[in-house]
T-cell receptor, first 118, second 110 residues
Framework: GAVVSQHPSRVICKSGTSVKIECRSL??????MFWYRQFPKQSLMLMAT?????????EQGVEKDKFLINHASLTLSTLTVTSAHPEDSSFYIC??????????????FGPGTRLTVT | RKEVEQDPGPFNVPEGATVAFNCTYS??????FFWYRQDCRKEPKLLMS???SGNEDGRFTAQLNRASQYISLLIRDSKLSDSATYLC???????????FGTGTSLTVIP
């Protein structure tokens, strides 16, 4: 199956700093990438959808100036959490969708990045 | 009303038991449906798609009921390794809207 990598897998940062998370599709071209956040014992919450070469579409309640998303190529999307605060501590997961036909709706998830802001 | 509603459980069942989860969705024009499995602190992985005619993969059976707007997942002969959270996913009518259920926690007990 398709492989999506995410880096870093775990990051601890101080309040006020910015953190960049990378999401790569390793063996396919991802026309669309999604960023999710998951708090403990809760479901995935979609933060934004990004299509290669265009601006990301953010879900209601997600601050686009705080969570900067760049999808500059068909294999790479980045999420930058700017001026992180302890309440931003969470599990961030990206997913990628690509291809055509019946598989085009499947999402392949990255392994996630656990962010802890102290 | 939420796009997707799912009973969070937890379901605690003995090994060998049969267990079923349901997920209801609100948009009758929804296009596609999936079940994902998520282990603790890991990313979700696709378990199976849900087809209108129903589909089976080993001990797992997925069904779609468009009239009542729900999908189901049946697990027969539960194994300890089936312990996980099961998420239903519904694709909206435009094809770009992905709605996740809150997940149903399953623990299979020896």
């Amino acid at each position: 199956g398709a492989v999506v990598s995410q880096h870093p897998s775990r990051v601890i940062c101080k309040s006020g700093t910015s953190v960049k998370i990378e999401c790569r599709s390793l063996d396919f071209q991802a026309t669309t990438m999604f960023w999710y956040r998951q708090f403990p014992k809760q479901s995935l919450m979609l933060m934004a959808t990004s299509n290669e070469g265009s601006k990301a579409t953010y879900e209601q309640g997600v601050e686009k100036d705080k969570f900067l998303i760049n999808h500059a190529s068909l294999t790479l999307s980045t999420l930058t959490v700017t001026s992180a605060h302890p309440e931003d501590s969470s599990f961030y997961i990206c997913s990628a969708r690509g291809g055509t036909g019946g598989l085009s709706y499947e999402q392949y998830f990255g392994p996630g990045t656990r962010l802890t802001v102290t | 009303r939420k796009e997707v509603e799912q009973d969070p459980g937890p379901f605690n069942v003995p090994e060998g038991a049969t267990v079923a989860f349901n997920c209801t969705y609100s948009n009758s024009a929804s296009q596609s449906f999936f079940w994902y499995r998520q282990d603790c602190r890991k990313e979700p992985k696709l378990l199976m798609s849900v087809y209108s005619s129903g589909n089976e993969d080993g001990r797992f059976t997925a069904q779609l009921n468009r009239a009542s707007q729900y999908i189901s997942l049946l697990i027969r002969d539960s194994k300890l390794s089936d312990s996980a959270t099961y998420l239903c996913v519904v694709i909206g009518n435009t094809g770009n809207q992905f709605y996740f259920g809150t997940g149903t926690s399953l623990t299979v007990i020896p």
